[in-house]
């Protein structure tokens, strides 16, 4: 089976911090997904990658960057987090088949509290 | 630009009854496929099921069927023999074609379906 993991269930920050969000997968999947989920809009593409090193702009990218260093893993960083980026983070990965019916895995999901 | 529409915010369902779940989408292009998630409240997203715009059959797996009708632009998602474990958030999604990148999902606002005894 698939598996994506998450770094943190739970996280609680304070404004103007640095925060970084950590995702894992074991599928040697080439593509990776940060999306942000609250209530009445669903999830929203904050960023995603590719490859090592690719990284593409969502449709919410403000107040976020991404790193991609490793196949393997796809950090999200906040560089200076604010109250209204306190939401659900989730994580997915897919492998890169043009065409296909492959679903995106997704992680347990980060609840980020930003004070 | 596609778009996923989910009118129900919630609903419920006694246990044991078949419950629908709607769906419709918006897009220009011909090939796309769509997908359903199931979100208990522990978070973790679920895949349940998958069709393809050129699929002739709806898909099924298990419990799960999708009502697929092209012309209406709906895919609504059909769980059988409701179970309290199907209590959960669902989303229904769409991928967009293959541009040589990542195949990027788009989400709809989700339907909280709560199963009663």
């Known amino acids: 089976d698939v598996k994506v993991t998450q770094s943190s269930r739970y996280l609680v920050k304070r404004t103007g911090e640095k925060v970084f969000l950590e995702c894992v997968q074991d599928?040697?999947?080439?593509?990776m997904f940060w999306y942000r989920q609250d209530p009445g809009l669903g999830l929203r593409l904050i960023y995603f990658s590719y490859d090592v090193k690719m990284k593409e702009k969502g449709d919410i990218p403000e107040g976020y960057s991404v790193s991609r260093e490793k196949k393997e893993r796809f950090s999200l960083i906040l560089e200076s987090a604010s109250t209204n980026q306190t939401s659900m983070y989730l994580c997915a990965s897919s492998p890169l088949s043009r065409g296909a019916n492959q679903p995106q895995h997704f992680g347990d999901g980060t609840r980020l509290s930003i004070l | 630009a596609q778009k996923i529409t989910q009118t129900q915010p919630g609903m419920f369902v006694q246990e044991k009854e078949a419950v629908t779940l709607d769906c419709t989408y918006d897009t220009s292009d011909q090939s796309y496929g769509l997908f359903w998630y199931k979100q208990p409240s522990s978070g973790e997203m679920i895949f349940l099921i998958y069709q393809g715009s050129y699929d002739e059959q709806n898909a099924t797996e298990g419990r799960y069927s999708l009502n697929f009708q092209k012309a209406r632009k709906s895919a609504n998602l059909v769980i059988s023999a409701s179970q309290l474990g199907d209590s959960a958030m669902y989303f229904c999604?769409?991928?967009?074609?293959?541009?040589?990148?990542?195949?990027?999902?788009?989400f709809g606002t989700g339907t909280r379906l709560q199963v009663t005894l």
């Open positions: 999604a769409m991928r967009e074609p293959n541009t040589g990148t990542a195949s990027k999902l788009t």
């Open positions: 599928m040697d999947h080439e593509n």
